[in-house]
């Protein structure tokens, strides 16, 4: 089977931050209306994949949360959930987050052979714990999701380096991107992108596929691959 579908979503304060600095409250960026758009496109994937420090900072649950988009899963012949989905590199993964004891099947994808076995060792059975190789981490992780778990639409909600590392390999296919009317200001907070090679370099410009008003957020769909240097 192909590789998924590459589907990068997040949310960001208007200078670019996922959240305040580490240690402080999560910030909301998005509203209620966004959430419920959230879920939809969550109903609409085969899986969900989030970065083991999203799981650590976070502690989410990661669920489609509507019983009627859920419904509408089973009725075609898909799993309630989709399978949930994390990248680590250490294995280091505490079997109290809420990411384990909710949803469908889980898997984890460990990056070498001393994050699977921690991996195992923490998670015992309540995830599967699958070791890719540290050289080629998106390529096999992209192959085993499509190949072995008929993944064909990946929904990715973060962390900052996992969207970093997708957008500059141009593994992603579409980006949802939220902006929330919020200045964070802190030189320490959480970005979502960092600095990397993308492909075409500064001038490139993504194209550009929606641009919608969601009350007082705005969402931007771009198509990452699709890339001119025409200037504007």
């Known amino acids: 089977m192909p590789r998924p579908h590459v589907l990068l979503s997040a949310a960001v304060s208007i200078d670019g931050h996922l959240d305040t600095r580490p240690g402080e409250d999560r910030l909301l960026l998005s509203n209620a209306a966004d959430f419920d758009r959230v879920d939809t496109v969550r109903a609409s994937a085969d899986a969900i994949l989030v970065g083991a420090g999203t799981l650590r900072a976070d502690n989410p649950r990661l669920l489609v949360n509507s019983p009627e988009r ?13 399978l949930k989905v994390t990248l680590t590199g250490t294995g280091a993964l ?22 699977t076995e921690k991996a195992r060792a ?7 714990v699958q070791q890719i190789p540290a050289g080629t981490v998106w390529p096999a ?6 190949d072995a778990y008929g993944v064909g639409r990946l929904m990715v909600e973060g ?11 141009a593994y992603a296919d579409e980006l949802h991107l939220v902006v929330a009317p919020l200045l964070v200001g802190q030189p320490d907070a959480v970005r979502m992108l960092g600095p990397a090679q993308y492909p075409g370099g500064p001038r490139a410009r993504l194209r550009l596929l929606e641009a919608r008003q969601i009350g007082d957020v705005v969402l931007l769909r771009y198509a990452p691959k699709d890339r001119s240097t025409e200037q504007r």
């Open 70 to 82: 859920r419904a509408a899963r089973v009725a075609v012949g898909r799993p309630e959930y989709p």
């Open 94 to 115: 505490d079997p109290g987050w809420k990411f384990w004891h909710h949803g469908g099947d889980k898997l984890v994808l460990a990056v070498g052979e001393e994050a």
């Open 122 to 128: 923490n998670l015992g059975d309540l995830a599967r």
């Open 141 to 146: 992780a992209l192959d085993l999701l499509g």
């Open 159 to 169: 962390g900052g380096s996992l969207h970093t590392q997708l957008l500059e390999g």
